[in-house]
């Protein structure tokens, strides 16, 4: 399991489908989870960048992961191509308290690395306007990154004490850069092959007949 950090319009969402999609892995989102509960006073809070009661949080993602590794039990032991098959955090923990559930639940264990997504602030400002969600008005925009900033340090000094990989990846550029990025980090950590290079051999090096 690995989780996606970044500020609103890192490319959290993004990255994350691409990756289940490319290695056959589960991706789980977390804003997606808490809309799905239609509760009124969680989707206020979503739309207006407010608190998030912790406890219904925790207690809805700890029934996911529960439900995913009973529908799926080769996360645990079963293996695609040598590679065990992987759970996709987008967006959680999303504070401290988060990452103490974590701890205290037994599921840090299960959590093999995190992903920091960097992207300057200007460049997140375009790409939230582009995409027009409900939830991003400046208000709401400027809330989330602030509490993102206010709780990501804390977050990965934590994680990395109960030994969980973190990496900072450059968000910027294509999707698919971001992700060759992304894949580069989950090489080093084995959870996914290295890239294989095709070994070029002297003679492709020589000048053509014609210039010798």
């Given amino acids: 399991m690995i989780t996606l950090f970044g500020a609103p319009g890192a490319g959290k969402t993004e990255q994350g489908k691409l990756l289940a999609l490319k290695h056959g892995w589960e991706w789980v989102s977390y804003r ?10 969680i989707s206020y809070a979503l739309e207006h960048g407010l608190f998030i009661d912790d406890d219904k949080a925790t207690e809805l993602m700890r029934d996911t992961l529960n439900r995913l590794k009973r529908s799926t039990p080769r996360f645990a032991s079963d ?3 040598g590679r065990t098959r992987e759970i996709v955090l987008d967006g959680f923990p999303a504070d401290y308290r988060q990452v103490k559930w974590l701890i205290d639940n037994g599921e840090i264990k ?3 690395g ?3 997504l960097r992207v300057p602030r200007g460049e997140l400002w375009r790409r939230l306007v582009a995409r027009k969600r409900v939830d991003d008005t400046r208000a709401a925009i400027e809330r989330r990154q602030d509490a993102y900033e206010r709780n990501i340090t804390g977050m990965i000094k934590t994680l990395t004490k109960n030994g969980v990989l973190v990496r ?3 968000g910027c550029n294509s999707p698919q850069d971001v992700l060759e990025r992304i894949d580069d980090v989950l090489a080093d950590w084995g959870m996914v092959p290295k890239k294989q290079y095709e070994r070029i051999s ?5 000048a053509p007949n014609w210039l010798q």
């Fill in 32 to 41: 997606d989870l808490l809309m799905k509960l239609h509760d009124k006073d």
């Fill in 79 to 81: 293996f695609i191509d």
């Fill in 110 to 112: 299960n959590l093999k």
């Fill in 114 to 116: 995190a992903i920091v």
């Fill in 168 to 170: 900072e990846v450059n």
């Fill in 202 to 206: 002297e003679s492709s090096h020589k």
